[in-house]
């Protein structure tokens, strides 16, 4: 487990996440997840985490939303990132949907396999490194898990507000432990307000 779960980086939010962090890493663009990272769960973002995004995109870094979100809320991702990204940044699991195969549904592509990631690394320029790639989410049982199979690295950021969608409000007990059991913090002051390796 602690191969493919353990993210590279912690961190206490993505409003403390910094070019310079990224700059000293070496990392060029960064995916989040939505939901408990950027925003609390069903929610829009708010003052902070939007001067966050803006911080990162005129310091010239890539942003991407790679999300889980389907149906109402996938609808409302445009609407609530759309002046920080471009709309093909905006990635859900439809996304990945090959159109000439009927058989195939988003349930295919989401997290924790690696294909939103890997749909992102896609759009890059050629001499683009996955190495220099960062996912940030607060989920230690996907979002890691997609990454590592996707070649970039990972941030581990504390949940955002205290709201969950039932499947993953039913795994934060399992997180909890598996954090302990990896070395790493569960709550949010116990996580550097830097960009921190792991290892």
Not at 164 to 170: G, K, M, T
């Given at each position: 487990m602690e191969t493919i779960t353990k993210p590279n980086y912690i961190i206490d939010g993505v409003?403390?996440?910094?070019?310079?962090?990224?700059?000293?890493?070496?990392?060029?663009?960064?995916?989040?997840?939505?939901?408990?990272?950027?925003?609390?769960?069903?929610?829009?973002?708010?003052?902070?985490?939007?001067?966050?995004?803006?911080?990162?995109?005129?310091?010239g870094l890539e942003?991407?939303?790679?999300?889980?979100?389907?149906?109402?809320?996938?609808?409302?991702?445009?609407?609530i990132f759309g002046d920080y990204m471009p709309a093909d940044h905006i990635?859900?699991?439809?996304?990945?949907?090959?159109?000439?195969?009927?058989?195939?549904t988003p349930d295919?592509?989401?997290?924790?396999?690696p294909d939103m990631i890997l749909h992102a690394l896609a759009q890059l320029p050629e001499d683009f490194h996955p190495n220099q790639f960062l996912m940030v989410s607060d989920q230690l049982f996907k979002d890691p898990v997609a990454g590592h199979h996707a070649g970039v690295q990972t941030a581990l950021v504390s949940q955002l507000g205290?709201?969950?969608?039932?499947?993953?409000?039913?795994q934060r007990a399992a997180e909890r432990t598996a954090l302990q059991q990896l070395g790493l913090?569960?709550?949010?002051?116990?996580?550097?307000?830097?960009?921190?390796?792991?290892?």
């Amino acid at each position: 487990m602690e191969t493919i779960t353990k993210p590279n980086y912690i961190i206490d939010g993505v409003t403390s996440l910094s070019p310079e962090d990224c700059q000293r890493y070496g990392i060029r663009a960064i995916g989040f997840d939505v939901d408990g990272t950027l925003t609390d769960y069903l929610e829009s973002m708010a003052e902070a985490e939007q001067h966050a995004l803006t911080k990162l995109g005129h310091a010239g870094l890539e942003l991407f939303i790679i999300s889980n979100a389907y149906n109402e809320r996938a609808g409302e991702l445009t609407q609530i990132f759309g002046d920080y990204m471009p709309a093909d940044h905006i990635i859900t699991p439809k996304a990945c949907v090959d159109p000439r195969d009927p058989q195939d549904t988003p349930d295919n592509h989401s997290k924790p396999k690696p294909d939103m990631i890997l749909h992102a690394l896609a759009q890059l320029p050629e001499d683009f490194h996955p190495n220099q790639f960062l996912m940030v989410s607060d989920q230690l049982f996907k979002d890691p898990v997609a990454g590592h199979h996707a070649g970039v690295q990972t941030a581990l950021v504390s949940q955002l507000g205290t709201h969950d969608h039932p499947s993953v409000a039913q795994q934060r007990a399992a997180e909890r432990t598996a954090l302990q059991q990896l070395g790493l913090p569960y709550s949010r002051d116990k996580y550097p307000t830097r960009l921190t390796p792991t290892e």
